[in-house]
């Protein structure tokens, strides 16, 4: 099977001599939903900027569904689209012109460039908004009419870079269902995002990058296998003066009705129930105190960090 | 992309471009019309007459043609330089790049917009003339070529401008300091007979001359350099800037890191 992004030993390094990337590999399948994630300045928007042709690369290889970028730049770049982390548009132009200029440039004639503008302005709620100049759009619509931008041409690989920093959560969800709607008709996506609830939530497969290195490439569902401990935060009905004493799990108190609890992972939650129970304490609610994801992404980190600096 | 979708492509680049400038129309089209209208005014119509005959014709009529050449050059070089810089300030000329469009035709769109400014200011230049001295044409082809190949290759340099310019004061040095001296020492308002020999040699590195002398001829049949050298050297300048700028945009010079 043709990957649908093959990256083979990609290198680069800036005018001044910071090195970006120190040679990463890595494929993302045909149809996948696919999380690129790593801490501010790890090389993700140089891996994209690459991809799309922004940044010129200084080693590697990239091809898209088997066509080498290098070799065949217009056959590669016909698959990609992208929604970049800022915004790129013309502001001084009306929505639906920026949308149907950008199927122009992959040679789609006018009429069948509106045609298309309108479907995805109408799916991703601007229809409305259409004639509005781009500059006046809130950023929310901004962001959207990217998405609109980059799928006119109907894409096979859709890069997104960060889509719903800044968005309200409102428009995150409906954006998280379109999303996962274009990727069941078949558009292999990448996502890359800080929110690492959305990347649980939408993707398949995740590959860490650090210090321009992968540190990690493997799919969502044995990534969280590998978590050991997870931390709830109970409330509790009554003010505590201080943590109850318990042989089997830790406790901490972070105010005087919320208790902090580490839970092995695969042990049942009931018996600290019970403990609680016979201390007298009622439990009225409880949450994940951090994600499961966010707390493996900082222990890849944080100990690639340090085994780099070992090193 | 096969040679249709490459059209559709140009044609988009163009019709932006286009579009770009109509819908500022104030600030693009009218202002080089009313400053070219004072310059009728006030040389043609209130000095012209003391100045009497220049190679033999009213002074009004031996300036119009090189004042729509004027209007033309800083046309097509504003409009290509302004829209390139702004394209990359706000960023939206990755659309094009990362799209499968080739280079030569952004590079054909950019410079299709500049010379329908040009050629849009030109024309509205050699109307408002009409209001202070019948038009007079030696030469049709003449003129109309040697309008087209001005406003290509100052589209082509206005690019270039584009291209290396860091903040919006790099796009007006070049005018400033280059073009419109250049410009006016291009022989609009003189004949290069009147200065003396060392001038009228050093006159000749100036580029503008032979386009400004080539159109003169287009009008009034009379020209201070052989037509044939200036075709020669604005085609071959055109070429030099043509291929320049495919270079520029190729190796993303400005545009990708």
Request: aromatic fraction near 10%; glycine fraction near 8%; charge should be neutral.
């Amino acid at each position: 099977m043709t990957a649908a992004l093959s990256i083979r030993d990609l290198r680069k390094t800036y005018k001044g001599g910071h090195v970006a990337l120190k040679g990463v590999s890595f494929d993302v399948n045909p149809g996948d939903f696919f999380a690129l994630l790593g801490p501010n300045g790890a090389g993700k928007t140089t891996i994209i900027g690459i991809i799309s042709s922004l940044i010129n690369k200084s080693g590697g290889t990239v091809s898209i569904f088997g066509h080498d970028l290098a070799e065949e730049p217009a056959v590669a770049k016909a698959f990609l689209g992208l929604v970049p982390q800022e915004f790129n548009f013309n502001m001084f132009e009306p929505a639906i012109e920026v949308v149907a200029n950008q199927a122009g440039y992959y040679g789609i004639p006018r009429a069948e460039a509106f045609r298309r503008a309108e479907k995805y302005l109408k799916h991703l709620d601007l229809w409305d908004k259409r004639r509005m100049m781009a500059r006046n759009l809130s950023g929310g619509m901004k962001r959207r009419l990217m998405i609109a931008r980059a799928l006119v041409h109907e894409p096979r690989l859709l890069i997104l870079d960060e889509p719903t920093a800044g968005v309200d959560i409102e428009i995150r969800r409906s954006m998280w269902k379109f999303l996962r709607e274009i990727n069941a008709a078949g558009t292999t996506i990448i996502l890359t995002t800080h929110y690492l609830e959305e990347a649980e939530s939408l993707c398949r497969n995740i590959a860490i990058i650090d210090e321009g290195e992968l540190i990690e490439n493997t799919s969502t569902k044995q990534l969280l296998n590998t978590l050991h401990m997870e931390t709830f935060l109970l409330d509790v009905d009554t003010a505590l003066d201080s943590p109850p004493k318990s042989e089997s799990h830790t406790l901490k108190l972070v105010d005087p009705t919320t208790l902090e609890a580490e839970i092995c992972r695969g042990e049942s939650i009931n018996s600290l129930f019970t403990e609680l129970s016979q201390h007298g304490i009622r439990v009225v609610s409880m949450r994940n105190k951090t994600n499961r994801l966010e707390e493996l992404f900082m222990n890849l980190v944080e100990n690639g960090a340090g085994s780099r600096g070992q090193a | 992309m096969n040679n249709r979708e490459k059209l559709v492509a140009f044609q988009t680049i163009a019709t932006k471009e286009i579009l770009r400038f109509a819908r500022i129309w104030v600030q693009t089209v009218l202002p080089p019309v009313i400053t070219t209208a004072l310059y009728f005014i006030i040389f043609g119509n209130l000095i012209g007459p003391r100045i009497g005959e220049m190679e033999g014709f009213g002074y009004m009529e031996f300036i119009i043609p090189g004042l729509i050449m004027m209007a033309v050059i800083t046309n097509s070089y504003a409009n290509v330089v302004s829209s390139f810089y702004g394209s990359k300030f706000q960023r939206h000329i990755e659309e094009m790049v990362i799209s499968p469009t080739p280079n030569y035709i952004i590079l054909l769109g950019f410079i299709t917009g500049g010379v329908a400014r040009g050629l849009i200011v030109g024309i509205a230049v050699t109307v408002v003339s009409l209001l202070f001295n019948p038009l007079n044409v030696h030469s049709l082809p003449v003129m109309f070529s040697m309008i087209l190949l001005t406003a290509i290759l100052f589209s082509l340099a206005g690019l270039i401008n584009g291209v290396y310019a860091n903040s919006f004061d790099d796009i007006s040095i070049i005018p400033t300091f280059v073009l419109t001296p250049l410009t006016y020492l291009g022989g609009i308002f003189y004949s290069i007979s009147l200065l003396p020999d060392f001038w009228q040699t050093a006159s000749l590195a100036n580029p503008i001359l032979y386009m400004v002398n080539a159109f003169r001829y287009g009008f009034l049949g009379v020209s201070d350099i052989s037509l044939v050298t200036s075709y020669a050297i604005s085609i071959g300048f055109i070429i030099i800037l043509y291929l320049f700028s495919l270079h520029l945009l190729r190796t993303g010079h400005g545009i990708r890191t």
